[in-house]
């Protein structure tokens, strides 16, 4: 019998996960199929007892339930004890066991560059879900120091907190203190969701070069403000879609326990742009 896999979150109808997972089980000749589930703000609680009827196999979970899920978890993985969110999970019969990928999605496309984190400065914009992530992916490659900017500083606040936990020297500012310090940075980071509707980039990217990082984990659209600010400094961009391609592959790889098809997945996903 076939498996059954999802993603689910609100909104949900702009997610390419089906994109991607779809290639990949046509590639491998799997018989499986990926679904796109719609669970709103307050109804996890009853959304995950209908996967759980439907004998889900797996799931994935974004925006707004990344951190809600993990109540409902039987079983964690140290990633998601770690970020305190999952976005990846298993169903084993009934007992659900959480993962995070956001970490190694994230790192994976600065370290395909040949990035050196060790010892840099990092902006990072945004205090939400990803961005404990983040934090921990800098962390594990011993950044020098970060600083967290978010428009309520109790919430950079708490991210400092975390940081400085794990061993990163964080300090934080509002996203109005950043002005036009993001020369300061050798890795700028846009975990925000501001461009997902072709907002104007939330800072200026002026006195920045073509040493800088500027990274934008909003994969739709494609070239947000933010990153085309970024191509005018002719500075290094990195793309949403990277990070997305890269917790799918890891999330892939936990679900059927073999190597991704990473082309084909790829493929999948710049072909719903």
Not at 51 to 63: A, E, M, Q, S
Not at 94 to 114: Q, R, S, V
């Amino acid at each position: 019998m076939g498996k059954t896999f999802a993603v689910i979150g609100d909104p949900i109808n702009h997610s390419l996960s089906p994109n991607i997972h779809s290639a990949a089980f046509r590639e491998l000749n799997l018989d499986c199929s990926y679904i796109a589930y719609r669970i709103p703000k307050g109804e996890l609680e009853e959304g995950i007892e209908s996967l759980k009827k439907i004998k889900i196999d797996g799931f994935n979970v974004t925006i707004p339930h990344k951190i809600e899920m993990m109540k409902y978890l039987d079983k964690i993985d140290e990633s998601c004890s770690l970020i305190g969110a999952v976005n990846t999970v298993v169903n084993n019969d009934g007992i659900l066991k959480g993962y995070n990928t956001d970490m190694e999605g994230f790192l994976e496309p600065i370290k395909k560059k040949k990035i050196n984190i060790a010892d840099s400065n990092v902006l990072l914009l945004g205090a939400g879900g990803a961005a404990r992530a983040i934090v921990a992916g800098f962390a594990k490659e011993k950044a020098k120091s970060i600083t967290i900017a978010n428009r309520t500083i109790e919430k950079a606040n708490d991210l400092v907190e975390f940081a400085q936990k794990i061993s990163l020297n964080a300090n934080s500012i509002t996203i109005e203190q950043v002005k036009d310090t993001a020369k300061n940075y050798n890795i700028i980071v846009n975990a925000t969701s501001i461009g997902l509707q072709n907002e104007s980039s939330l800072i200026s990217l002026d006195g920045i070069n073509d040493k800088t990082v500027v990274y934008d984990i909003v994969y739709m659209p494609l070239n947000t403000d933010f990153l085309k600010k970024a191509k005018e400094k002719n500075a290094i961009v990195i793309f949403g879609y990277e990070m997305l391609l890269g917790q799918a592959i890891r999330a892939f790889e936990i679900w059927h326990s073999m190597e991704a098809p990473y082309n084909a997945m790829k493929k999948a996903l710049l072909g719903g742009f």
